[in-house]
């Protein structure tokens, strides 16, 4: 089926009057989001993914692109059940599961416990997973991984948050805080359902964003209409987003995101199966299986002081200069620019930082410039150039733009 309407740009002339209101309503949107997601993943880009193949155009009313984002921002689904397939591919070297072990230590709570969300859900980051959803309300709310002869769940129940692994017969319980009730108490490093991955994409729509209606889809057995947004800017590694959005309800029920450089999709969001009735409420019950090793977390509004193993390099050992952090640029090509204190690339010879740095230089590309001399670290989506001199320059965009960017600051 043929898009409903030709290309164009929001926030641009020619759009309706109520612009600012849609925008208002985008930004509401957060309020409404389905709160399948307990916890997020400490990645740049991540996702569920291929829902089953669509299986035909079906015939719908005609809707702008307008009124599908209004529709996203206004719906109030509560209540929902559901499996889907989660695959991310971010064009990473296999280094024998080295990437894997690296990726997990690094989140790794201080309890070290094998059922912490915070290193588990980080082997999300690349492969293809299935995974099991329910929610009923801002309060219930439960994720399962499936694995080989094996479960990772999180349970969200009340103030209360377990996470178990059947593998190790390990749990990881947590309580937030009395003011976090009603929210979800989940890191949000990153979105982690279609509807969040939406969310997100949603608020880089601006003039440098061109958003159509791009026809019609089926996506776990029900009609969804397909929202298509790209860049307009050069510099991006960003090609196209698509949305499928339930014509019913208004709930994103496909996410997509293609690079630019082509082939398969970074993220692929999408149900394979899903319901709006009520789950049953024993769905939320957990009460830790006998024998197994329970590790008590600290609260949520503590969680972000969580001290890494000191066999990689700590967010401060690399980033010292945050407080500093700055963008250059605007929309799709935002580069976000820091010091790390002049320490630059951790030093491959030290025993502490050898295999962390062995990792990066696997991805590495070394670049000169008005700047000096530096490491473009690349993925399919993210990149990011580390200087010798420690300063860093990161964002889904070319090495070409990095390069440029470090060379204008100098």
């Known amino acids: 089926m043929a898009p409903y309407e030709s290309d164009r740009t929001a926030g641009a002339e020619g759009l309706p009057d109520e612009a600012d209101d849609v925008r208002a309503g985008r930004r509401k949107a957060a309020r409404y989001v389905v709160p399948v997601a307990v916890v997020g993943v400490a990645a740049a880009t991540i996702g569920l993914v291929p829902a089953l193949a669509d299986s035909g155009d079906p015939s719908l009313p005609k809707i702008t692109a307008e009124q599908l984002i209004e529709k996203i921002a206004k719906s109030d689904v509560q209540q929902l059940s559901g499996t889907v397939k989660v695959s991310t591919d971010l064009g990473l070297p296999s280094l024998g599961g080295l990437e894997s072990g690296m990726l997990s230590g690094a989140t790794k709570g201080s309890g070290g416990s094998s059922a912490d969300p915070q290193s588990k859900l980080m082997e999300l980051a690349s492969g293809t997973h299935t995974v099991r959803v329910a929610a009923d309300g801002p309060d219930k709310a439960k994720v399962s991984v499936l694995e080989n002869a094996a479960e990772y769940s999180i349970i969200h129940n009340g103030s209360d948050v377990w996470a178990y692994d059947s593998k190790s017969n390990e749990v990881y319980h947590s309580t937030a805080p009395a003011a976090e009730k009603g929210r979800e108490k ?48 050069s510099g991006s590694t960003v090609g196209a987003i698509t949305v499928a959005v339930d014509a019913k309800t208004g709930v994103p029920l496909k996410f997509t995101l293609v690079p630019k450089s082509g082939g398969a999709a970074v993220v692929d969001a999408g149900f394979t199966q899903v319901a709006f009735a009520k789950p049953a409420a024993s769905t939320f019950d957990f009460t830790p299986p006998k024998g197994a090793k329970v590790t008590e977390g600290k609260d949520s509004k503590d969680t972000k002081d969580t001290k890494a193993p000191e066999s990689a390099p700590t967010r401060g050992d690399l980033g010292k200069g945050l407080d500093g952090l700055k963008t250059i640029g605007k929309g799709w090509s935002t580069i976000a620019e820091f010091d790390t204190g002049g320490q630059g690339m951790p030093p491959g010879s030290s025993s502490e930082g050898g295999n962390f740095s062995g990792f990066l230089n696997s991805l590495g590309d070394h670049v000169k410039g008005k700047f000096g001399s530096g490491t473009v670290f690349s993925t399919r989506l993210v990149n990011a150039l580390i200087t010798d001199d420690g300063k860093v320059y990161a964002g889904a965009v070319t090495k070409d733009a990095l390069v440029k960017a470090a060379n204008a600051a100098h």
């Open 186 to 233: 989940a890191p949000k490093d990153v979105p982690t359902t279609p509807k969040e991955l939406a969310d997100e994409a949603l608020k880089s729509v601006d003039d440098t964003t061109s958003v159509t209606v791009d026809g019609t889809a089926q996506v776990a057995g029900r009609d969804a209409y397909k929202l298509l947004i790209k860049p307009k800017q």
